[in-house]
């Protein structure tokens, strides 16, 4: 009797360790064979991981020129966008490989976990705008294929029409490369900016990138309620 125990407990303790590496491993894969399922709210985002890369293997994604160019400042150029992310890349969490094509797009090489990092950061990107802004009276709403954002101002919203721009800025490039790695081509990605005003049913912005060019005063901003 004392054999068998002692032999069950060996059995449990292998079984244990097991099951530890196993979670070890998926977690190693990006969560690729256990995803962690979470409760969203109406808001939150969540990317569907449609392209797997098995372990050992890479795949390559093009970002679009426009997404390059949003990247940059007035005085950069799309190599200084470049060379940013090979500084950025310590311990090569982004990517394998980059390259600046002659088209301007941005050819990037990754594996499944350098994927999943991309994914999950744009997720927490998007999520973490959502929250602040909804403390501030601004309602986002982002579709579920990443192709229009809609920005609501509620009564009294203490958003401003520079303090959204910033934010729309890491919003507009978050979406984008939510495509991108989904698998959509770089001249199909689009996205839809809509902003309103909850009180009048006012539309303040109505626009498609690449291609979008807005600009708006703080009177047409806040309409009535600031005059």
Same mark, same amino acid.
């Given at each position: 009797?004392?054999?068998?125990?002692?032999?069950?407990? *060996?059995?449990?303790?292998?079984?244990?360790?097991?099951?530890?590496?196993?979670?070890? @491993?998926?977690?190693?894969?990006?969560?690729?064979?256990?995803?962690?399922? =979470?409760?969203?709210?109406?808001?939150?985002?969540?990317?569907?991981?449609?392209?797997?890369?098995?372990?050992?293997?890479?795949?390559?994604?093009?970002?679009?020129? *426009?997404?390059?160019?949003?990247?940059?400042?007035?005085?950069?150029?799309?190599?200084?966008?470049?060379?940013?992310?090979?500084?950025?890349?310590?311990?090569?969490?982004? @990517?394998?490989?980059?390259?600046?094509?002659?088209?301007?797009?941005?050819?990037?090489?990754?594996?499944?976990?350098?994927?999943?990092?991309?994914?999950?950061?744009?997720?927490? $990107?998007?999520?973490?705008?959502?929250?602040?802004?909804?403390?501030?009276?601004?309602?986002?709403?982002?579709?579920?294929? !990443?192709?229009?954002?809609? !920005?609501?101002?509620?009564?009294?919203?203490?958003?401003?029409?520079?303090?959204?721009?910033? /934010?729309?800025?890491?919003?507009?490039?978050?979406? *984008?490369?939510?495509?991108?790695? =989904?698998?959509?081509?770089?001249? $199909?990605?689009?996205?839809?900016?809509?902003?309103?005003?909850?009180?009048?049913?006012?539309?303040?912005? /109505?626009?498609?990138?690449?291609?979008?060019? !807005?600009?708006?005063? $703080?009177?047409?901003? !806040?309409?009535?309620?600031?005059?």
């Amino acid at each position: 009797m004392e054999k068998i125990k002692k032999a069950f407990g *060996f059995t449990s303790l292998a079984v244990l360790i097991l099951l530890l590496l196993y979670v070890k @491993y998926a977690y190693d894969r990006g969560l690729e064979l256990w995803p962690v399922k =979470t409760k969203l709210t109406n808001e939150e985002v969540r990317i569907e991981r449609k392209i797997k890369i098995p372990e050992g293997e890479t795949k390559e994604f093009i970002e679009p020129a *426009f997404l390059v160019g949003l990247s940059q400042t007035s005085t950069e150029t799309p190599k200084d966008v470049v060379e940013e992310l090979e500084e950025g890349n310590y311990g090569r969490v982004w @990517y394998e490989r980059v390259k600046l094509n002659e088209d301007g797009t941005l050819s990037m090489t990754v594996t499944g976990k350098q994927l999943e990092h991309w994914l999950s950061t744009r997720e927490d $990107d998007l999520n973490s705008r959502i929250k602040k802004n909804k403390e501030k009276g601004m309602e986002i709403k982002i579709d579920k294929d !990443y192709t229009k954002v809609t !920005y609501t101002l509620k009564k009294g919203c203490e958003k401003s029409s520079l303090e959204w721009l910033m /934010d729309a800025q890491v919003i507009l490039g978050s979406l *984008f490369e939510a495509q991108v790695f =989904t698998g959509v081509s770089p001249e $199909d990605c689009r996205v839809r900016e809509v902003v309103k005003r909850e009180s009048d049913g006012m539309v303040l912005i /109505d626009a498609v990138s690449p291609g979008a060019s !807005y600009e708006i005063t $703080d009177a047409e901003w !806040y309409g009535e309620e600031k005059e």
